[in-house]
């Protein structure tokens, strides 16, 4: 069974930064696309950032700010968050593919076959 769990998210102030993290089970990111999404109260889930085939999506709102990391051996994906934004605040969410795919490099969680249960990050102004 493949299980995706959360950790990292909290209350920081905005300008700050978190780091969250992604721990697999039953699964690796070899071949496989892997992504965070986030979805803010009231809006629809958005990819924040997407890998698939070497390439990584960003949404243009965390250019610059957030990055995507991985340790395999410890089979943990990681989003680094700096200078942290009151809009960055949503609930956070791990998803992984099967497979590698088009749709997560344009931020789109179609075909993403595994979901975290999300962190909450809360930036405040």
């Known amino acids: 069974e493949v299980q995706l769990v959360e950790s990292g998210g909290g209350l920081v102030q905005a300008g700050g930064s978190l780091r969250l993290s992604c721990a697999a089970s039953?699964?690796?990111?070899?071949?496989?696309?892997i992504g965070w999404f986030r979805q803010a109260p009231g809006k629809e889930r958005e990819g924040v950032i997407c890998?698939?085939?070497?390439?990584?999506y960003y949404a243009d709102s965390v250019k610059g700010r957030f990055t995507i990391s991985s340790d395999n051996a410890k089979k943990t994906v990681y989003l680094q968050m700096n200078s942290l934004k009151p809009e960055d605040t949503a609930g956070y969410y791990c998803?992984?593919?099967?497979?590698?795919?088009?749709?997560?490099?344009?931020?789109?969680?179609?075909?993403?076959?595994?979901w975290g249960k999300g962190t909450l990050v809360t930036v405040s102004s």
């Open positions: 039953g699964f690796t990111f070899d071949d496989h696309a």
């Open positions: 890998s698939s085939d070497g390439s990584t």
């Open positions: 998803a992984a593919a099967r497979s590698s795919s088009s749709w997560c490099l344009a931020g789109d969680d179609y075909g993403m076959d595994y």
